[in-house]
């Protein structure tokens, strides 16, 4: 889970790092602000969920829970 209260740079350069691994991983993006222009690129890069960090944190535990639901599968 990251919050993109970083400077995209330094998001995107943790992501290929990430992505680099080569394990299949979750990636879930937190922003406030964030432009379909800068989904796109971190979509690339193996973000699959983006969320509003004010209006959709309440969300957040169903999405784990469905998460680990499908890793003891």
């Known amino acids: 889970m990251l919050d993109i ?3 995209g740079k330094e ?3 943790l992501l290929r790092e990430i992505k680099k691994t080569g394990q299949q991983t979750v990636i879930i993006i937190l922003s406030i602000n964030i432009s ?3 989904v796109d690129q971190y979509k ?4 699959t969920i ?3 960090k004010f209006l959709e944190l309440d969300k ?3 999405i784990i829970s469905g998460i680990a639901e499908k ?3």
């Open 44 to 47: 690339l890069l193996g973000a």
């Open 60 to 62: 957040i535990p169903g």
């Open 11 to 13: 998001t995107m350069a």
């Open 71 to 73: 890793l003891n599968h």
């Open 36 to 38: 379909n222009t800068a």
């Open 5 to 7: 209260n970083y400077q």
């Open 50 to 52: 983006f969320l509003d």
